[in-house]
């Protein structure tokens, strides 16, 4: 501390307030610089992290008030039968079949109606749904065609 009032001694009255005023604005500077900004820009980052969790936070509770709101209508007895028309239809395609009729009915059941489909793979696509899918047959009609090894089928679905 003395090395600091002999150098400050050297100079009169006027310099030394220059020097002590110039020496506290550098010490200020440095302080907002080294601390305050990176704390400034920590906030901002902390910030935007409560933004995006706020987000997706708001994102689980749809997804969760969705998922129980198909819970509780399957408790009710009424299936979707959203998700059955869509895997008879790509259940349908990947065994190269093409569906001629289509009506969804109550209790999540619904109606397909194949025209002229060939009868082996009609049957793997009815093995596919009842035993990998899940999916019961309430009502089956088959009737033969003029063409042989082809089939129409009118058959009725529930799944599980």
Do not use: C
Not at 95 to 109: E, R
Not at 128 to 143: L, T
């Amino acid at each position: 501390m003395t090395q600091i009032f002999d150098f400050l001694s050297r100079y009169n009255r006027r310099e030394q307030t220059i020097l002590l005023l110039g020496a506290l604005a550098v010490t200020l500077y440095l302080l907002w610089k080294l601390l305050l900004v990176p704390l400034q820009d920590w906030r901002e980052q902390q910030i935007r992290a409560n933004a995006n969790a706020s987000q997706t936070l708001g994102r689980v509770e749809l997804l969760s008030a969705q998922l129980e709101q198909a819970r509780q209508r399957q408790r009710e007895g009424g299936s979707d039968t959203g998700n059955l028309s869509a895997l008879v239809d790509t259940t349908l395609r990947a065994n190269q079949l093409d569906m001629s009729g289509f009506q969804p009915g109550t209790g999540g059941q619904v109606r397909v109606r194949l025209d002229e489909v060939p009868y082996d793979r009609f049957m793997q696509w009815l093995h596919d749904m009842e035993y990998q899918n899940g999916v019961n047959v309430v009502d089956f009609s088959m009737a033969g065609t003029n063409e042989a090894g082809r089939v129409t089928v009118n058959i009725r679905l529930q799944k599980d």
